[in-house]
Antibody, heavy 117, light 106 residues
Framework: QLVESGGGLVQPGGSLRLSCAASGFTLRPYWMHWVRQAPGKGLVWVSR??????????IYADSVKGRFTISRDNAKNTVYLQMNSLRVEDTAVYYC??????????WGQGTRVTVSS | DIQMTQSPSSLSASVGDRVTITCRAS??????LGWYQQKPGKAPKRLIY???SLQSGVPSRFSGSGSGTEFTLTISGLQPEDFATYYC????????FGGGTKVEIK
């Protein structure tokens, strides 16, 4: 399973680092995604990182580019989302997911991020 | 950027009904599309990938079709557990979800 953590309340302009830890399997071969969902709203794709085997490259939604950084530590079986310069509109539940067939497959339960003064 | 337009945004249906949800892409995305089901307070669940391939373990009453710019998700014989919100997701150029379709009980 995937377990997200690191969410919480942060002021605008602040930073948070989300973690997505896998248990029972290794994340090493998987591409990984972060997807978010604002309260009462739809799903929004945030970022993806390829496996190290496939080059480890990253892509981001325009809304977070330059502020968020996705990374992975295969030794810790964990994927991260470093979120800087947070805005009120970043308030959401953040989900991580493994990728198969080039889209998110198995999802974690999500971690809630609230950006508010 | 590729925009995904889902319709309808909500619908009411009865158990046993056939339900069709449409997703339109702003440009040709070949068959680079998936469908997800989400229930309140839960993570999404993948139903379909590559426009028409059924995810392992998903009931066969769910089916996907289409290519290019128009895609459909069909539920043949709606069951009580199918009342949920459904999203399409394109992965042709970056990734982008549709706005969602809430399927409610009539």
């Amino acid at each position: 399973q995937l377990v997200e953590s690191g969410g919480g309340l942060v002021q605008p302009g602040g930073s948070l680092r989300l973690s997505c830890a896998a248990s029972g399997f290794t994340l090493r071969p998987y591409w990984m995604h972060w997807v978010r969902q604002a309260p009462g709203k739809g799903l929004v794709w945030v970022s993806r990182i390829l496996s190290d085997q496939d080059g480890g490259s990253t892509i981001y939604a325009d809304s977070v580019k330059g502020r968020f950084t996705i990374s992975r530590d295969n030794a810790k079986n964990t994927v991260y989302l470093q979120m800087n310069s947070l805005r009120v509109e970043d308030t959401a539940v953040y989900y991580c997911a493994t990728d198969t067939q080039y889209i998110p497959d198995k999802w974690g339960q999500g971690t809630r991020v609230t950006v508010s003064s | 950027d590729i925009q995904m337009t889902q319709s309808p945004s909500s619908l009411s249906a009865s158990v046993g009904d056939r339900v069709t949800i449409t997703c339109r892409a702003s440009q040709d995305i070949r068959n680079d599309l998936g469908w997800y089901q989400q229930k309140p307070g839960k993570a999404p669940k993948r139903l379909i990938y590559a426009a028409s391939s059924l995810q392992s373990g998903v009931p066969s009453r769910f089916s996907g079709s289409g290519s290019g710019t128009e895609f459909t998700l069909t539920i043949s014989g709606l069951q009580p557990e199918d009342f949920a919100t459904y999203y399409c997701l394109q992965n042709n150029t970056f990734l982008a979800f549709g706005g969602g379709t809430k399927v409610e009980i009539k």
